[in-house]
């Protein structure tokens, strides 16, 4: 977000007043960090609702705006948020039509955490519940622990009264029929459509939200790696990588290749930086950097670039924001004030 001097000083003597510490832009736009010194929230600190997610969170930004609107706490608004997504039998990457695991079985991965409470959740490998974004909140809210994974989080699901239903749409069926069918031509399967690519999708959907008050929620809910070994978890329902608040910074999530994520804790990672004072942006490029550097040797292409692709969102308790991928191209969403837009994200390389 780009934020012309005055701007900057103006927002900048209104956080000095409201307790912050003040931080100068350096050459680059980004600013200069007091290491030593955490930012303080005041009472009374007014700050701008705000809420930033990947692209397919375009409906959903808005629906956690206007919950935030009138009143609603920042963690449930995101959720209501990503609910959408959930439960959208078109979304083949979250919740009910998500893609199966190589058996043919929808295994989803969610987590959230929130801010004031400094409280987290999470359920992992979770079968038959479209919303595992609300039973990671059900984690938080109804249990000493915070994280559930497999059988024992259906059934807490089961007993907090979600109900269970089959998430395999026919759409997510077929699609993984065909993939089965191409793994080995000397298989018992046979190949119907010739010429029909089938998509690797990626998908999920990571939500973050600041109210007025600079109180923080954030969400990240998945089904995770299309066709991949039963059990699988990503980065989702990791707590530090899929997504991660700290009511007195920010919030952090991601989107895309969870292994290379999970090993940079990345979402922990981008709101300590923002603590130590980078900007939304620099934070999130310079996480990507790690990403690149923890990347092993098979999977980096000849120009030493990894294969795949991460996208990373992030917002600030004062209400700047930004996202960005490894490769050029990719959008977010955003919602304030001037209402839900995509916006074009940073990144570390151009593509092609
Ligand atoms: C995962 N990060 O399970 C998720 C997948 C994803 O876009 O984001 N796909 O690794």
């Known amino acids: ?56 969170g375009l409906k959903g930004v808005k629906v956690a705006y206007d919950k935030m609107l009138t009143g609603e706490d920042p963690l449930d608004a995101v959720i209501a948020g990503v609910n959408l997504v959930e439960l959208d039998p078109s979304d083949q990457s979250v919740g009910l039509g998500g893609l199966p695991n190589e058996e043919g079985v929808v295994q989803l991965d969610a987590s959230c955490m929130h801010g004031p409470t400094r409280r987290a959740g999470s359920v992992a490998a979770i079968e038959g519940i479209a919303t595992p974004s609300l039973v990671a909140k059900a984690v938080m809210d ?14 807490f699901a089961k007993a907090m009264g979600f109900k269970e239903q089959n998430l395999l749409t026919e759409q997510s069926r077929q699609d993984w029929m065909r993939w089965k069918s191409r793994l080995n031509a000397n298989d018992a399967w046979l190949d119907h459509d010739e010429n029909l690519k089938i998509k690797f999708t990626t998908g999920t959907i990571n939500m973050n ?46 989107t895309g290749r969870g292994e290379a994520n999970i090993k940079t804790c990345a979402s922990f990672l981008i709101v300590e930086f923002m603590r130590q004072g980078l900007t939304p942006e620099a934070a999130l490029i310079k996480t990507l950097e790690r990403v690149v550097a923890m990347t092993e040797a098979r999977l980096l ?4 670039r990894p294969k795949f692709d991460l996208e990373f969102y992030a917002l600030t308790k004062d209400g ?33």
């Open 1 to 56: 977000m780009s934020l012309s001097r005055r701007d900057f000083l103006e927002r900048a003597a209104a956080l000095t007043a409201a307790g912050f510490v003040p931080r100068l832009p350096d050459d680059f736009g980004h600013e200069l960090g007091h290491m030593a010194t955490p930012a303080v929230p005041m009472p009374g600190f007014r700050g701008r609702p705000l809420v930033v997610s990947s692209s397919n």
């Open 142 to 155: 109804y249990t000493d622990h915070v994280m559930l994974v497999g059988a024992g989080a259906t059934k």
């Open 209 to 254: 939200a600041v109210n007025a008050s600079g109180d923080i929620g954030s969400v990240t809910t998945t089904s995770g790696m299309a066709w991949k070994v039963p059990g699988r978890i990503g980065d989702s329902p990791v707590i530090g990588a899929g997504q991660y608040c700290d009511n007195l910074v920010g919030a952090a999530g991601s």
């Open 301 to 304: 292409g000849p120009n030493g």
């Open 320 to 352: 700047r924001y930004a996202g960005a991928t490894l490769y050029s191209g990719g959008k977010y969403a955003v919602c304030d004030e001037q209402g839900a837009r995509l916006v074009e994200a940073a990144y570390l390389y151009k593509r092609g």
